[in-house]
């Protein structure tokens, strides 16, 4: 499996999710301590998503941590058995999210990739039973996605930092307006009703040609 057609962020949640087993002195690392990673990443898109699907992230993380403490414990450290290693189950989601890459036309695999193949998993694994329990399904999941993303391909390792580029960087001055967060405009009636009939021509052009300033 080549890792550098992995996306910075998708690196280092797999990074991760070996220091959230090692913590918790499981053996092998597993799907939920990837999720676990990817739901505490620092500016990530995975605790965006959740957000976007009004889904609570502490309830969600609570679920996997109840889940991975009740997994078995290697006495001594995982040292004392040789060092993790990556369970079948994980490297099989892997796979899938390489799979789900190239359906989606995408160069890289990001962090919404290894997510996707998550809503596939046994009723019976922590994952499906964190998402139930949350109320998370994979339409809103990818609903949230398509809002986030948009038409957006993932052609570099670092996507995530041209996701919403208009949010981060501009202002939606038609919902300032409506939360009444614009300063008025006085004495200027006559100009903004000029601009108006200006831009609501199908053919349109420079104001300044017609005599707003």
């Known amino acids: 499996m080549n890792l550098n057609k992995f996306t910075e962020k998708a690196q280092q949640g797999l990074m991760e999710a070996q220091d959230v087993a090692t913590r918790l002195g499981h053996q092998s690392i597993d799907v939920e301590h990837l999720l676990t990673a990817l ?3 620092e500016g990530g898109l995975i605790p965006r998503l959740m957000e976007k699907s009004s889904i609570s992230l502490e309830l969600l993380l609570s679920k996997l941590e109840e889940h991975l403490e009740k997994q078995p414990k290697v006495s001594g450290g995982t040292n004392a058995m040789g060092g993790l290693h990556v369970s079948q189950r994980l490297n099989k989601l892997m796979t899938t999210a390489q799979d789900e890459a190239k359906r989606l036309k995408d160069e890289y695999v990001s962090v919404e990739h ?3 193949p998550m809503f596939k998993e046994a009723a019976n694994t922590g994952v499906a039973k964190a998402f139930d329990a949350c109320g998370l399904n994979e339409q809103r999941f990818t609903d949230a996605l398509q809002s986030v993303r948009g038409n957006q391909k993932v052609t570099s390792n670092n996507p995530e930092a041209t996701y919403e580029s208009l949010e981060k960087y501009g202002r939606d001055l ?3 307006a409506q939360q009444n967060k614009l300063d ?3 004495g200027r009636d006559n100009e903004i009703r000029r601009a108006i009939q200006v831009l ?7 104001p300044d040609e017609d005599g707003v300033v």
Not at 200 to 206: A, E, I, L, Q
């Open 39 to 41: 739901l505490k990443q």
């Open 184 to 186: 008025p405009v006085i």
């Open 114 to 116: 290894l997510v996707l």
């Open 200 to 206: 609501s021509r199908r053919t349109k052009n420079n």
């Open 174 to 176: 038609t919902r300032m």
